[in-house]
């Protein structure tokens, strides 16, 4: 299907594709670009008929389709009000006597439109698409005047979503113009079979009563189907049923997409859609004797890993600079794993959508919410933007499921406003009438869309009425915390339980399901711009211990203005987890496979040396790929020795996996080293030729007695220091020095009676660079944003005492020198301050779960031997002064309870 004009003047036109590849004809023509621009700040144009008189001058210059808020615009002002757009434009359809249509995207909020000074429609609702007939309006040759009004006033009842991030103020996607004959076809909804059988709902709209021929080419020609039809003058809805032999599913491992023409043959002309469909169907089912639910895609469950994507661009807000970036956005899902994400609180550009279908990942498409009180007004709207919304996105295989409301927002109702005769002890400001109307919408959208799962509300306050989906949200930080509350969540979901349901309203059998979690508001004063990869790692773990909880939603996708938890940074850059160099081959899509080994242990643990761990395993299996197979668990106990891995132990444990869920594997004894180490137990699952098919790890703090041949000195227990700035952190265990400076210490070695002759001095100590925040200069600063973190508020992510970056892309090197007496005797290079799953003593010595202290921060071990003409002088003196001199980018150094070794400052001799 071809989705893109392919013409030079193309190139010049901001998003030249069309808009809506799931239904296109061939003759269109795109009106993005550049338009004429005026606020009406006085609300003085329709009075001064700025919509017929060419000659007032429009003083400003908009590019469509962008936000006037965003900076792509040209105008990036965020002015709520009244914006007009002005264009000149000359055009014909390629066949005469079509009909012509002027198209939108989507506009918010209120928008009137004029063609040569003829008002030729209205539209109310700032997602849902739109068109206004024009033909009779329209001049073939000569010029046309296209003149659009918009006003969006943030009124509460309009469905505006979570738009404080980059406000979406007038014309925000694609405006085009469209030939049709005068017998057209209008919406066609496909319903798909996985045995084949597609129904097709068509509307006809007809200028005058008569035959007409529908068919239908898919696939070059392997699906075909045509009937005639009868067309009274008017509307015409039309049924019919055709088979596709052989059928090829889509799912998102396999993205089978049936791509051709819908044609309709008549007097009056063909009318030619490009269009496509993907046969799947999605629904729940019990399996085995389990009392609940599992989501399932084709028949068979299905685990969904999923993001929440709040769908924002730094630049274009929610309109993308280019197709190209919106592509990529899928793919980046993809590359980490994911198989479904979450679009929050607003419906995708359908440009975005096709992507999903095309490349292959699940879509839960929320509606967008308002923001004040559920009044008749803000119901009305709300109802209207909600229909045109799965109208025109009901084509989509991608979508799996419908989000009509999201954490109550809109649905509570100011206690300013009801009726509290009863007294202060109002239960709850989410009114019974509310809850009935919360269900209405939901019976509503499963008889408009019988295909899908729909999901009343995605509650954070337990607050279900009823649903397809039981889901939940939480934001809790520290593994006790986040197991505890799954397995509280587990043992509370059973049908007719009460546990997340308000209103007298219980649990049915609907699959269990998070809707969105993360570490990002689990901690006080929120996360700040921290590392996610340990937390992740427990969470995912923990996830799939639970056979009732059938998947999750990760806030979030990307970083935004204020949240700092995503995969990627705002700009699309990666982040490292670190997996890979805690167990060789590890990303984070092993997290996300649909086969898994659960380690059902702790994240981390302190041991003594030689001590023996016992981890009980966990198979979860939401895949029959291997079932029947003899899978093995493949295992190995490694550390780091000084900058050598060891291999402790290691083995691998045959399993016969069978059937879907969770089932108990034994437990696996391991002994721990003899020496103080940071070791990993690292499991892999492989298939019956050994190829992995996941990896999973935890870790152990090992604490031997390695005091021989050893002087160990704390990074604090400097003798002085000259840093502008120092501080220490992490209990004291890490000490930083910004910027350029030096810290000195005073190095005792055994005198010549205990130790007669040193033949050999090593000195040992992690180092990273230190990257300067606002906090370890100023100090920290609590920011409680409140309701306003949902609408872009500030998080002052410096000042926030939880804040320490994690490991990405952009780096921040320095370079340490080492000084014995003042004689240079080496220099590392410090690539970065980095903070991820290898810090892990930083990590497993956090005082508190929801405050973070340099969490997941560690260094680079740095090792050097002193040269022997100083190591002569050395043996006669047996103290030195040792200096750690920084560079410009700062330096950080690492004790024994900190970073990724256990070691403090360290000095070998023998």
């Known amino acids: 299907m071809s989705t893109t004009l392919q013409n030079a003047e193309t190139e010049l036109i901001p998003r030249p594709e069309f808009p809506h590849p799931h239904w296109q004809r061939e003759n269109w023509n795109n009106l993005n670009g550049a338009w004429s621009f005026r606020f009406d700040t006085d609300n003085e144009g329709i009075q001064q008929e700025w919509s017929k008189n060419g000659s007032i001058p429009f003083e400003d210059e908009i590019k469509v389709p962008f936000s006037w808020a965003s900076p792509l615009s040209g105008i990036g002002k965020d002015v709520k009000g009244i914006g007009w757009y002005r264009r000149i434009v000359s055009w014909a359809p390629a066949e005469s006597g079509s009909r012509i249509f002027l198209r939108f995207g989507a506009v918010d909020y209120l928008c009137h439109v004029w063609v040569n000074g003829e008002h030729v429609g209205s539209h109310q609702g700032g997602y849902g698409s739109f068109e206004f007939e024009i033909t009779s309006q329209w001049l073939l040759e000569g010029e046309n005047l296209i003149v659009i009004r918009t006003e969006d006033q943030d009124h509460n009842y309009q469905a505006r979503g979570k738009q404080g991030y ?5 014309i925000w996607q694609t405006v085009w113009l469209e030939a049709r004959p005068a017998q057209y076809l209008g919406q066609s909804k496909f319903r798909t079979s996985i045995d084949g059988k597609v129904e097709l709902e068509a509307v006809i709209h007809a200028d005058q009563a008569g035959q007409a021929e529908l068919s239908l080419d898919f696939a070059d020609g392997e699906v075909r189907h045509q009937i005639v039809v009868e067309l009274k003058s008017g509307d015409n809805r039309i049924s019919t049923t055709f088979e596709v032999k052989h059928p090829r599913l889509w799912t998102p491992e396999t993205p089978e997409l049936y791509e051709g023409k819908l044609r309709l043959r008549s007097t009056s002309g063909c009318d030619e859609v490009s269009t496509y469909f993907g046969i799947r169907e999605i629904g729940t089912a019990r399996f085995g004797d389990r009392g609940y639910r599992w989501i399932t895609l084709n028949g068979k469950p299905v685990y969904l ?7 924002y661009h730094q630049t274009g807000f929610f309109t993308y600079p280019t197709d190209e970036e919106m592509h990529d956005e899928i793919y980046q899902m993809k590359r980490l794993g994911l198989n479904f994400v979450r679009i929050h609180i607003k419906p995708e550009e359908p440009r975005k959508l096709y992507w999903a279908d095309k490349l292959g990942i699940l879509v839960m498409e929320d509606m967008p919410c308002f923001w004040g009180n559920p009044d008749e007004q803000a119901r009305k709207a709300y109802e209207s933007e909600a229909l045109e919304i799965i109208d025109r996105d009901y084509n989509h295989p991608s979508i799996f499921s419908w989000v009509m409301f999201n954490e109550t927002w809109g649905l509570k109702t100011d206690p300013a406003t009801m009726d509290v005769t009863g007294g202060a002890e109002q239960q709850s400001s989410y009114l019974p009438e509310t809850q009935a109307w919360v269900r209405e919408q939901y019976l509503w959208a499963k008889k408009l869309d019988p295909t899908r799962l729909v999901e009343d509300n995605s509650p954070c306050n337990y607050d279900h009425v009823e649903s397809d989906l039981n889901t939940w949200h939480f934001y809790i930080n520290g593994y006790e915390q986040v197991r505890a509350h799954l ?22 059998d609907a699959p269990l399901m998070n809707s969105e979690c993360g570490n990002v508001w689990g901690i006080v004063g929120g996360g700040g711009d921290s590392d996610l990869a340990w937390h992740y790692r427990y969470m995912m773990n923990e996830f799939r211990k639970h056979d009732k909880l059938c998947g999750f939603v990760f806030t979030e996708f990307r970083d935004v203005t204020n949240e700092f938890n995503g995969y990627y940074r705002l700009d699309g850059t990666g982040k490292d987890f670190g997996y890979g160099d805690l167990v060789p081959g590890m990303t984070i899509s092993d997290l996300h496979s649909p086969d898994f080994i659960v380690l059902d242990a702790p994240p981390s643990q302190t041991l003594d040396a030689e001590a023996v761990a016992e981890v009980p395993l966990l198979g979860s299996s939401y895949s029959d790929q291997h079932h029947g197979q003899q899978m093995q668990v493949q295992w190995e106990l490694r550390y780091d020795r000084f900058g050598a891995t060891m291999v402790e132990s290691s083995g691998s444990i045959s399993v016969d996996w069978n059937g879907y869920g969770v089932s108990d594997l034994g437990v696996l004894e391991v002994k721990m080293p003899k020496h103080d180490a940071v070791a990993v137990l690292a499991v892999t699952l492989a298939d019956a030729a050994g190829h992995p098919v996941m990896r999973n790890f935890i870790a152990f703090d090992v604490r031997g007695n390695d005091t021989n041949g050893v002087v160990a000195v704390a990074p604090g227990a400097y003798s002085e220091h000259s840093f502008q700035h120092e501080w220490s952190s992490l209990q004291g265990a890490k000490h930083s020095g910004a910027g350029k400076g030096s810290f000195v210490y005073e190095i005792q070695l055994p005198d010549a009676e205990t130790k007669p002759l040193i033949n050999q001095l090593e000195i040992l100590l992690e180092a990273g ?6 906090r370890n200069v100023e100090g920290s600063k609590s920011t409680d944003m409140g309701i306003g973190a949902m609408h872009g508020a500030d998080a002052q992510v410096e000042y926030n005492t939880n804040t320490y970056y994690m490991t990405d892309e952009s780096k921040h090197p320095s370079r340490l020198n080492i000084l014995i007496d003042g004689i240079q005797v080496g220099s590392f290079e410090l690539p970065d301050d980095p903070a991820d799953a290898r810090g892990v003593l930083s990590w497993h010595y956090q005082p508190v779960a929801n405050k973070l202290d340099d969490a997941g921060s560690y260094g680079y071990l740095c090792k050097l031997e002193v040269p022997v003409q100083l190591l002569m002088e050395l ?12 560079e410009e980018g700062g330096v950080t150094l690492y004790g024994r309870n900190s970073g990724r070794y256990p070691l403090d400052i360290t000095v070998r001799y023998s």
């Open 166 to 170: 980059g406000e979406v103020r007038g």
């Open 487 to 508: 397995d509280e969540v587990d043992a509370k979901t059973y049908p007719g339980s009460t546990f997340n349901y308000i209103g007298g309203h219980v649990q049915s």
């Open 875 to 886: 043996n006669r003196s047996r103290s030195f002064c040792l200096e750690l001199q920084a």
């Open 305 to 311: 890993n999923g993001t929440l994507d709040q769908s």
């Open 769 to 774: 660079a230190k990257r300067v925040l606002a």
